[in-house]
């Protein structure tokens, strides 16, 4: 699996502030969040937008949050306290405090499917994102893919999941250059249907590749 873009770190920074918006509004989609775009660009030019729920504007707000933290902290470590300190951002003001940033303690169910994930152990999940993070033999698109779905099917924190994984992921596309992993609307049905099978038979390959596909967003230059 080839790099799609090959991007110097700051040109993947102008690709991802020109289409942050964007990126916020499929993200929050994709977690059921159900704003439009130009409600999704009112939120995030600090405007009044009338007719959302206060939690879906503060989900909005702490995207924005997040996003700005991984684009102006470029150096920062990949590692777990990343990963923690994401969902402290995007989760702030959604979950209870004693949650945030930290790993699920409760059952989780998902809808569309009987599967439970594990629970998640500290330790497991550190030497897992090492793990993944190490693979050598693979690119970095690869490698932000595996993550993001790793993180995705782990269910490790009580709620955000799926932002958390994409940040991270996009964290990971940024530092090598690779462009943006963003899902269309339109891709979305389809997304959470091969999803759904990937939580089930914990096979990422159909998914993995479908994505590869279907949602990296880059310049070529």
Known sequence: MENKFHLTKEQNIFVAKRNIVDYIWK????????VTYPETQAIYDGGIVNGLTVDNIIAINNLKYAWQFILE???????????CHLHKLTCDKLVLDANLGRLRTTPVNIGGTKWQPNFPYESKIKEELQSLLDQKEK??????????????????????NKRVAMLLANKIM???GCGIIT???ENQPLFFTKLINFYETGDNTDLKNWLYETSIDGLNL
Request: no cysteine.
């Open 27 to 34: 993200s929050a989609n994709l977690e059921g969040i159900g």
């Open 73 to 83: 902290n470029a150096e920062i470590a990949i590692d777990y306290n990343l990963l």
């Open 139 to 160: 690119t970095a698109t690869e490698i932000a893919l595996e993550v993001m779905l790793w993180i995705m099917r782990s269910q490790m924190f009580i709620d955000g």
């Open 174 to 176: 940024i530092a090598n």
């Open 183 to 185: 899902i269309a609307q």
